[in-house]
T-cell receptor, first 114, second 108 residues
Framework: NAGVTQTPKFQVLKTGQSMTLQCAQD?????MSWYRQDPGMGLRLIHY???????DQGEVPNGYNVSRSTTEDFPLRLLSAAPSQTSVYFC?????????????FGPGTRLLVL | AQRVTQPEKLLSVFKGAPVELKCNYS??????LFWYVQYSRQRLQLLLR??SRESIKGFTADLNKGETSFHLKKPFAQEEDSAMYYC??????????FGSGTRLLVRP
């Protein structure tokens, strides 16, 4: 199994541009989520999904959209990039939405917005 | 509100010294608590969780509900323990809430 994969690894955007960060998992996990990691702030939840067709907002959803058309994929869309969205983005998945389940993380996407 | 606090941004110790990474939480119910670790140029991964009461790579963590703490301990630090450590909790809504992280640096 490849586990959780993310593309691209690194991206530079100009303010106002849009892009999609890809996340895929091959473990048939129900639960998937997106975090951003900023210095001194740890990881903050952006959006999450408990199954195909179901998404919900996390702690910092503004400026981001998600969809979950398949179990495997959970793309994160930046509609109009802003410098405040410069961060490292991690996708994670777990087999169920139960609290005690281990979450598996992708390698991250480093985003720089100029 | 649910919150995880890791008061130390950086903890520097010498090889062989004991290590304690502090984690305090605020939550009204019974949370599930975890420690995640991120080694240099690697992805975030689960180190241990309180529900399994296990010891991983020599690390242990005891949940103290009275002090609302879940400190991570290791009696003898190794250089390969150098990494970023995150304490996290999840409640019945299954969302993980992370602390701000502590960078552990083990010097030779």
């Amino acid at each position: 199994n490849a586990g959780v994969t993310q593309t691209p690894k690194f991206q530079v955007l100009k303010t106002g541009q849009s892009m999609t960060l890809q996340c895929a998992q091959d473990m048939n996990h129900e639960y998937m989520s997106w975090y951003r990691q900023d210095p001194g702030m740890g990881l903050r939840l952006i959006h999450y999904s408990v199954g195909a067709g179901i998404t919900d907002q996390g702690e910092v959803p503004n400026g981001y959209n998600v969809s979950r058309s398949t179990t495997e994929d959970f793309p994160l869309r930046l509609l109009s990039a802003a410098p405040s969205q410069t961060s490292v983005y991690f996708c994670a998945s777990s087999s169920t939405a139960q609290g005690e389940e281990t979450q598996y993380f992708g390698p991250g996407t480093r985003l720089l917005v100029l | 509100a649910q919150r995880v606090t890791q008061p130390e941004k950086l903890l520097s110790v010498f090889k062989g010294a004991p290590v304690e990474l502090k984690c305090n939480y605020s939550y009204s119910g019974s949370p599930e608590l975890f420690w995640y670790v991120q080694y240099s140029r690697q992805r975030l991964q689960l180190l241990l969780r309180h529900i399994s009461r296990e010891s991983i790579k020599g690390f242990t963590a005891d949940l103290n509900k009275g002090e609302t703490s879940f400190h991570l301990k290791k009696p003898f630090a190794q250089e390969e323990d150098s990494a970023m450590y995150y304490c996290a909790l999840t409640d019945s809504s299954y969302k993980l809430i992370f602390g701000s992280g502590t960078r552990l640096l083990v010097r030779p």
